[in-house]
């Protein structure tokens, strides 16, 4: 079932949502060369912690951290360890938080040193799908229309987005309806209301959009492994604009 929030529950949401935006840009700044993903993984949770939420992601079926760290041709769900990033990396970022029983979710790719032009702009042209898709995120519109956004933004710049995972609700549960797939075409799907709350979230590949999961059971990797960009937010459906709840 799709859920309304209230004034009330979008205020928790709003700060939620802050948190995990100021988390991931906490991380997002200690991203170098040479640094182990299980400290990106401790800033955050100090970060969240110190702000009084709590890590959406730790103990969630089982994840053992506060955030998912993803490199290279991984996609999502990368498990922080004490593997250093190295100069010309990609690296994924998905923070999600809790503040009095409500939830934020925000993710970004950075790029670690020096990068190959061709990865900047898969970073580039992922960032940019997700601008495109949350400007669709307006009552009265279909939920595909989101979606069909996104696709079309990166399959016109020659990479394709990901099947098998997709966005989604988000309010007193990490996980809500509706599912927000990153394909489809205009025109389908649920017409959205002011008061729903999406997690919106790219997931591009350089090459195939196919995956598959690793041995850890966690980590999603591309099947081709070339590399893969990750942004999210989390956004309020609005009357005439949508709210970026994620958004600094």
Request: hydrophobic share 40%; proline share 5%.
């Amino acid at each position: 079932m799709i859920t309304i929030k209230s004034a009330r529950e979008l205020e928790l949401m709003r700060h939620a949502g802050r948190v995990a935006a100021e988390a991931l840009r906490a991380v997002g700044a200690a991203v170098r060369p040479g640094i182990a993903t299980l400290e990106l993984d401790r800033i955050a949770e100090r970060y969240i912690r110190k702000a009084g939420c709590l890590p959406a992601f730790k103990g969630y079926h089982d994840f053992p951290a506060t955030v998912c760290v993803s490199i290279n041709e991984e996609v999502v769900h990368g498990i922080p360890s004490l593997r250093r990033l190295c100069s010309g990396d990609l690296v994924s970022i998905d923070v999600g938080t809790v503040y009095q029983g409500y939830y934020g979710d925000a993710a970004a790719t950075f790029p670690v040193g020096e990068v190959d032009p061709e990865a900047l702009r898969l970073i580039s042209v992922t960032r940019e799908s997700l601008q495109r898709g949350i400007l669709r995120a307006v009552e009265g519109r279909h939920l595909s229309d989101i979606s069909h956004a996104i696709q079309s933004y990166v399959e016109k710049n020659g990479f394709s987005v990901v099947r098998n995972y997709v966005g989604h609700g988000i309010g007193n549960r990490m996980h809500e309806e509706p599912q927000v797939p990153n394909f489809g075409s205009p025109g389908h799907g649920p017409l959205m209301m002011a008061g729903m709350v999406l997690a919106i979230e790219p997931m591009v590949n350089a090459g195939t959009w196919q995956v598959e999961t690793l041995s850890d059971n966690w980590t999603v990797v591309t099947l081709d492994r070339k590399w893969s960009a990750h942004f999210e937010h989390t956004v309020a459906v609005g009357r005439k604009f949508p709210e970026v709840l994620t958004m600094l």
